[in-house]
């Protein structure tokens, strides 16, 4: 089946409408110019539009000229010696190449108006991070459910973030295959379904590797900003790291208590490997600096032996859990190590005991 589908592909003659997109917004070699110089590049589709239809000329003459028009309107695209030229040229050259047919050059024009361009102006309507999305969720839930759900709105920040963001990336690439199967559908150049496919497939492709290129730079909301949210959420002031304390740990807010001691919270899905860096800070150390506690918010406890709970619990280093995890209930009772785990679900209550005056 696929043999046959390869087959029937290249023997399309939409079958460069991917490659021509690709090329039109390849980084690498040719500097996205379907991106960077989108204007340019569709004035130079125009033109070749109206060659296609001057009358006078045969398919041969149209092609030259066409191609001609091609090459001479990319490479004045940017002034000689510069990068943006050499890569013009790249692009000319390969185009100049791979045009064998004026089907080629209404193929070319398709992949630009119909696949690069909806694509250029929908990616602006693709948020470029989540924190917006998780805050919005947060709020509703804690506005609703009460600080109780504290634990709960640390546990899904990076969920409520990616939801929402693929709820928009979703209605986006939805509006624009519609307005695409509207295009192909009035396209006045003979095409088979297959031919539809091939072009519409084309636009999803590439839609979907820019897409995962937004999703990658948006990285998920980090858990850090959760405590900036919470902080704010709740009026608490945040302080800064106390001085010349230079231990390399990862601490994302510090906040002084009522006894002008501070207080470290740390929020990370996982403690991992770097538990014993942090086990490098101990009592003595923050004494000195007058840190009262060091808090680790875990949202994923699966590593958290007693060992690290025992061993950090015993530097002043508390370890807030979900209220319903199976470690924070069995170490909740244990005569050892109650001590040294709290439930999330108290975590703002905690930091207004420290923070309100006696």
């Known amino acids: 089946m696929y043999e046959k589908t390869a087959l029937q592909i290249e023997e399309s003659p939409f079958k460069n409408v991917y490659w021509f997109a690709r090329y039109l917004l390849n980084t690498d070699e040719y500097d996205a110019l379907g991106k960077t110089k989108e204007r340019q590049l569709l004035d130079i589709v125009s033109q070749l539009e109206n060659l296609l239809l001057i009358s006078g000329l045969n398919d041969d003459e149209r092609l030259t000229?066409?191609?001609?028009?091609?090459?001479q309107g990319l490479i004045k695209i940017a002034r000689p010696s510069t990068n943006v030229y050499i890569h013009a040229r790249n692009l000319a050259s390969t185009l100049d190449s791979e045009i064998l047919s004026l089907n080629d050059v209404t193929v070319f024009c398709i992949a630009m108006r119909y696949v690069v361009v909806p694509i250029n102006r929908a990616l602006e309507?693709?948020?470029?991070?989540?924190?917006?999305?998780c805050q919005s969720s947060a709020r509703c839930i804690l506005d609703t459910l009460g600080e109780a759900k504290v634990g709960l709105v640390i546990a899904s920040w990076d969920k409520l973030g990616t939801r929402g963001c693929l709820d928009a990336e979703r209605s986006v690439v939805i509006a624009e295959f519609s307005n695409l199967l509207s295009n192909v559908s009035q396209l006045n150049i003979a095409h088979t379904e297959l031919d539809n496919n091939i072009i519409m497939t084309a636009f999803v492709q590439e839609f979907e590797r820019r897409l995962g290129q937004k999703r990658k730079s948006r990285g998920g909301s980090s858990l850090e900003s959760v405590l900036s949210f919470l902080f704010d959420y709740y009026g608490f002031k945040s302080s800064a790291a106390p001085s010349h304390f230079d231990q390399d740990l990862e601490v994302d807010k510090?906040?002084?208590?009522?006894?002008?001691?501070?207080?470290?919270?740390?929020?990370?899905?996982?403690?991992?490997?770097?538990?014993?860096?942090?086990?490098?800070?101990?009592?003595?150390?923050?004494?000195?600096?007058?840190?009262k506690e060091l808090w680790h918010l875990i949202t994923y406890d699966n590593d958290l032996s007693?060992?690290?709970?025992?061993?950090?619990?015993?530097?002043?280093?508390?370890?807030y859990?979900?209220?319903?995890?199976?470690?924070?209930?069995?170490?909740?009772?244990?005569?050892?190590?109650?001590?040294?785990?709290?439930?999330?679900?108290?975590?703002?209550?905690?930091?207004?005991?420290?923070?309100?005056?006696?």
């Open 254 to 291: 510090w906040f002084t208590c009522s006894d002008g001691w501070r207080i470290g919270i740390s929020c990370k899905r996982t403690l991992r490997e770097r538990w014993k860096q942090v086990s490098q800070a101990d009592r003595g150390t923050l004494s000195h600096f007058k840190i």
């Open 321 to 358: 859990l979900m209220d319903d995890s199976p470690i924070y209930l069995r170490c909740s009772e244990h005569v050892g190590m109650k001590a040294y785990v709290r439930p999330l679900s108290r975590f703002i209550e905690h930091i207004r005991i420290n923070t309100e005056k006696a």
């Open 125 to 133: 309507f693709v948020p470029a991070n989540d924190i917006e999305f």
């Open 65 to 71: 000229v066409a191609k001609e028009a091609l090459y």
């Open 306 to 319: 007693d060992d690290k709970i025992v061993r950090l619990g015993e530097q002043g280093q508390i370890f």
